[in-house]
Structures are given as structure tokens and as C-alpha cells.
């Protein structure tokens, strides 16, 4: 897998290819921002009667309140709970039952609060009321309207993301349901109802377990990333710590979106058959009215140096999964083009040197790739490479296999061959890579929650021509070392040799 935001490059195609230039293709782009710091992008494309939409927040789960992980992804799921007019038979009433719900759960709560002086018949007593004033609530839900009316109105491609830096809803729809959007994106994000809380945080629930089954992959990169990050955000999934969601409440919901879910930090990106001026006269009326409110603060968490290399270790009957992480800055950094070169060099396709050493020639890996930035890239990241080691072969084989590669890559320049066979690769990917309206709302939305700037996707190939062997060579031998790095590996429960006092030997 190439980093994201060169895979953001490479989802651009024909595009490059029919404009040529920036200049170009800025003529088909119309951008404003209304009074209350709302930004919207307009792509004008004709050849089809769709347009996509991308609504992209500048929020995360790296920016889940401390002991509230995963509030970032169950707000996710809140906005397709419709609005007080869509997703309600009587929202009044509802709003009523909703309340008596948080009342219940605060006496609930209280009672639990008093630790050993806890009455825990009357704890016992207020949860068989509290759900009783859920199903009350819920009787007064139309399940799924919100999603009903976009599907009936030929919507294609619902669905929405929570990474670690930010959240994304996407959709398209027939030019001639435009203003339907306006109305429903509008709604949802001007009068959240926050409806069915607590089912869908059971539902949150049963997605981490099946993610992190014990033994899986999934548990494997959560430890890995919790492993290598002792105190920025990035160390917590996505989907929170179980008994961190387990406490959500409506109440941190609101105050989440109250908080992140302001204009000037939220940017939309329409691309299709569409007229701008259309589209900014339906922005102002259906969006206008969302008070503006400040930014909310930056993470200030500043991870801490590492002063030697870690490793996790997960028991697992399957066949074993290796990850190497090495820290790298964040995508601000000047030599982010360079991690994304070094990439190609090392894991882009069969030339690369991963494949033709360890799959090819040695034959103990299935497998090797390495992502550039991981768990994501805004804030200081990791290189990591993944490895699949062959039947009948170890970690060990692989991880001795991977070092010795790496330092040797770090101590010789690379070839002029290699480093234009890789910026060639880059560009034929961007020309084969089919062109697609929301492929580019995605492109143009990310870009701009990133940097403040679309024009950031003309730049990515310009700073990836710009880097040379000098670079390739200065950055890996900074970032391939031993005190840097993170190692985690699944193994058969036999085979972890024990430690002194009984614990497990934490290096493979």
C-alpha cells in the first residue's frame, strides 16, 4: 500500500491527463467560504447528469477526549440517525423519552459512583428502567429514513470514515436531486439528534470485537500502534478502548460535536453536473445558518523520544504476521516526498527490492509491504513495513531478512535506474487510475483539510520528481535504526520462551 496521500494522488487521473496544468483545471474549480467559515469547492464535470459530494470534519479519534476513545466514530454513526423532521414519528415525544433516558442513566450513574457504597439493588433496578426508557424512545424512531430517502432519490455510494485525523460523509446523487443534499448534510449537522445512542454504541461494540478477535491481524496492529506511541492519541483505535465506549454517554456526543463539528473547521467538495452559482445560492440558504463558533485548540501531546526499540507480541494459531515501525516526522515535513519514494523502492511491485529479495529469490515471505506513513500522517507517524512470511518460515528469518536489507539500503545510494523507474511509476499510475467524480470530492476535500489547499494534489508529483539519491540515502539512514524502531509479531503460544520470573521474552 502507497502512503494516503499518495494513493490521494494516484485516484486522479484523466484529469492530469485533459488539464495539463494548475491553471488549467482551475478553471473548472469554483471555491468560497460563507460568513461562518463553511468552505465548499465546486468542480464543474457535464459529462454525466451526477454529482458527488464529500463533507470532510478536521476531526478524529486522535481528538477523542482523554478516558472517551472512540466518541470521534460513534458521532459518525449519529449523523445517519436522521434530524428532528427525518428518522422521528413524533419528535417531541421523542425528544421527552430521550431526556428521561439521560435521566435515568445520570441516577444510574450517580448510584455506581459511590464505589463500595454502591447499592447494587437499586443500580440493578434504575438498568432495568433504563432500558425500558430506551425501548420508549425507540418506539418513536423510523429506523434508517434518513438513509431510505437518499437511496429512493438514486443515492449511490453512502457511507462515511473515522480515521485518526479526521471524518469523512460521501455520497452521490442525480444533478437534478442537488438541492435534496444541501437540505439533508445541512440538517444533520445544524440539529443532530443524537436518537439511538446506546444501540449504536452496543453496535460499535460488536465492530471492535470482531476487528480485534484474539489472535487476529486486527489485534495485531492495535498493539502494534498502542506499542509504539506512549502518549500521542495515535496509540488508540479508531473505534475506542471497549470499556472506554462501554461509558459513552449522549451527553459527551453533544459536547464532541459542539466542540469539532464548527464550520471553519468543516470543508465540502462537490464535483459533477453542477452550477456553481447554483450551488453557493443552496449553500447560503441551507448551510448559512450554522453558527459560526472558534476552532477548537490543536492537540498539544508531543510524543516522546524513544530511547531504544519496542516489541509486542500476540499469541495466534494462524500463520504468523510481522510489523516494523519506525517514527518519521509528520506530512509538514520537508523529506515527505522522500518516505513516499522510499516506499516505492522497497515495496512497489516486482522490481522493488522487498519482492525480489525475500518473495522472489529467498522465497520466506509471501508478502512485504511498506506504507510510508501509518497509523495515518498529519501529526509525527511511523514508516512501517508489513510482512507475510511464507509456510514453513519464521519471523525471525523475515526480521533478520528486512534489517539486513535496510542497512544496506541505508548506506548505499540508490541508482539513477531505480529512482526514475519509481517517479515513472507514479506518474503512470495517476494516468491509468480511472477518473471519477467522487474520487476527486475525496481528493479535494482531504487536500484541503490537510493543507488549506486543493492545489496540494498538483504539487505531490512535483515534490516526488524533486527528491534525489542524496535524500533517499540522508532519510533512511536517519529513520532505519534500532532505537527507533516498534516490532510486533503473532506466534504460537509454545513458542514464546518464557523470562525470568515467568513472564514472556518480549523480542522475537
Given amino acids: 500500500m502507497i502512503g494516503r496521500r499518495l494513493t490521494l494522488v494516484l485516484l486522479l487521473a484523466p484529469a492530469f491527463v485533459r488539464a495539463q496544468d494548475l491553471k488549467e483545471f482551475e478553471k473548472k474549480v469554483t471555491e468560497f467560504t460563507l460568513a461562518n467559515g463553511l468552505h465548499f469547492t465546486v468542480v464543474e464535470r457535464h459529462e454525466a447528469p451526477v454529482v458527488s459530494f464529500h463533507t470532510l470534519v478536521n476531526a478524529g479519534s486522535a481528538d477523542d477526549p482523554a ?38 442513566y445520570d441516577r444510574m450513574e450517580a448510584e455506581r459512583n459511590k464505589g463500595p457504597k454502591a447499592d447494587q439493588n437499586k443500580v440493578d ?41 479526521y471524518t469523512e ?13 444541501f437540505l439533508l448534510e445541512s440538517q444533520r449537522f445544524l440539529h443532530p439528534v443524537f436518537r439511538e445512542f446506546y444501540q449504536e454504541r452496543d453496535v460499535v461494540q460488536e465492530e471492535n470485537r470482531m476487528r480485534n478477535q484474539p489472535g487476529s491481524e486486527g489485534q495485531l496492529l492495535r498493539d502494534f500502534v498502542a506499542t509504539a ?3 500521542f492519541p495515535y496509540r488508540n483505535p479508531p473505534g475506542g478502548w471497549p470499556s472506554d465506549v462501554d461509558n459513552l454517554r449522549r451527553g459527551m456526543a453533544q459536547a464532541f460535536f459542539d466542540k ?4 471553519a473547521n468543516i470543508n465540502l467538495a462537490i464535483v459533477g453536473d453542477v452550477d456553481p452559482a447554483q450551488a453557493r445560492r443552496l449553500a447560503e440558504r441551507y448551510f448559512g445558518p450554522m453558527p459560526a463558533r472558534p476552532l477548537p485548540p490543536l492537540i498539544h501531546t ?32 520537508t523529506d515527505d516526498p522522500v518516505y513516499e519514494v522510499i516506499s516505492l523502492i522497497l515495496s512497489g511491485g516486482r522490481t522493488s527490492l522487498f519482492y525480489k529479495n525475500m518473495v522472489q529469490e529467498k522465497k520466506i515471505a509471501l508478502e512485504v509491504e511498506a506504507v510510508p506513513a501509518y497509523p495515518s500522517s498529519r501529526y509525527p507517524n511511523l514508516f512501517v513495513i508489513f510482512v507475510a512470511p511464507a509456510v514453513g518460515h519464521t519471523v525471525e528469518e523475515n526480521q533478520k531478512a528486512m534489517e539486513d536489507l535496510l542497512a544496506q539500503f541505508a548506506t548505499q545510494k540508490v541508482d539513477a535506474e531505480t529512482l526514475q523507474r519509481v517517479k515513472t511509476q507514479a506518474r503512470a499510475a495517476v494516468i491509468r487510475r480511472l477518473d471519477s467524480n467522487s474520487g476527486l470530492a475525496s481528493l479535494l476535500a482531504s487536500n484541503y483539510g490537510s493543507y488549506g489547499d486543493w492545489r496540494k494534489l ?28 516498534t516490532v510486533a509479531f503473532t506466534a504460537l503460544p509454545h513458542t514464546l520462551r518464557p523470562a525470568p520470573g515467568g513472564a514472556k521474552e518480549n523480542r522475537p
Fill in 169 to 181: 460523509y460521501y455520497y452521490s446523487l442525480p444533478s437534478n436531486r442537488i438541492e435534496l443534499w
Fill in 67 to 104: 478516558g472517551e476513545t472512540g466518541l470521534a466514530h460513534m458521532f459518525e454513526h449519529m449523523a445517519f440517525k436522521g434530524t428532528e423532521s427525518i428518522g422521528t414519528r413524533n419528535w417531541a415525544a421523542e425528544k421527552k423519552a430521550l431526556q428521561d433516558v439521560e435521566d435515568i
Fill in 125 to 165: 433496578y434504575l438498568r432495568i428502567q433504563l432500558k425500558q426508557a430506551i425501548n420508549v424512545a425507540q418506539s418513536y424512531v423510523e429506523s434508517n429514513e434518513y438513509t431510505r430517502i437518499i437511496e429512493e432519490n438514486g443515492g449511490a455510494g453512502l457511507n462515511a470514515d473515522t480515521s485518526f485525523d
Fill in 458 to 485: 498538483f504539487t505531490e508529483i512535483d515534490d516526488l520528481n524533486k527528491v534525489t539519491a542524496e535524500d533517499v540515502e540522508r532519510v533512511a539512514r536517519n529513520c532505519f535504526v534500532a532505537q527507533n524502531r
Fill in 260 to 263: 469539532y463539528y464548527v464550520p
Fill in 302 to 333: 508531543v510524543e516522546p523520544a524513544q530511547d531504544g526499540p519496542k516489541t509486542a507480541i500476540v499469541e495466534s494459531k494462524s500463520q504468523p504476521l510481522f510489523a516494523a515501525g519506525f517514527k518519521r516526522p509528520g506530512q509538514d515535513d
Fill in 229 to 231: 506511541f506512549a502518549a
